[in-house]
């Protein structure tokens, strides 16, 4: 039937969280958003980082203290990020997944022919 179930799925999951449905585990949506925003900003994740923000963002900053402290200890943990060379093109290519994916929410949730209208539009741009 050409259904793009992935599609489907993410803009089912965008509009909950416009609705600001319940999420069921909201942590792992914090922790998955962290580690994309990591992959855009230096091509790569950056562990120390990931976690600090994430512990920022849920509050339990002491929970995992004694596990952090050993990761570092055994240089587990890198202090400062490294970047990949081409970081733009990374870059480029989270802003293709923004525009595709406003894309698919505009022909899902047009209701009508006029929602393809202006994602043809938008992409020709």
Request: proline residues 2%; hydrophobic residues 40%; charged residues 35%.
């Amino acid at each position: 039937m050409a259904i793009d179930i992935p599609g489907v799925m993410d803009a089912l999951r965008e509009q909950a969280l416009a609705e600001k449905a319940d999420i069921l585990e909201p942590d792992i949506l914090n922790f998955h958003r962290e580690v994309l925003g990591s992959i855009e900003r230096y091509g790569r994740t950056h562990k120390l980082e990931i976690m600090l923000r994430y512990k920022l963002k849920t509050r339990d900053l002491i929970s995992d203290w004694t596990v952090g402290m050993k990761m570092l200890a055994k240089r587990k943990l890198d202090l400062t990020p490294s970047r990949v060379e081409r970081i733009d093109d990374v870059k480029k290519i989270f802003q293709d997944s923004h525009a595709r994916h406003e894309q698919r929410r505009l022909l899902l949730f047009s209701g009508c022919s006029a929602g393809h209208d202006r994602a043809k539009r938008a992409t020709s741009l």
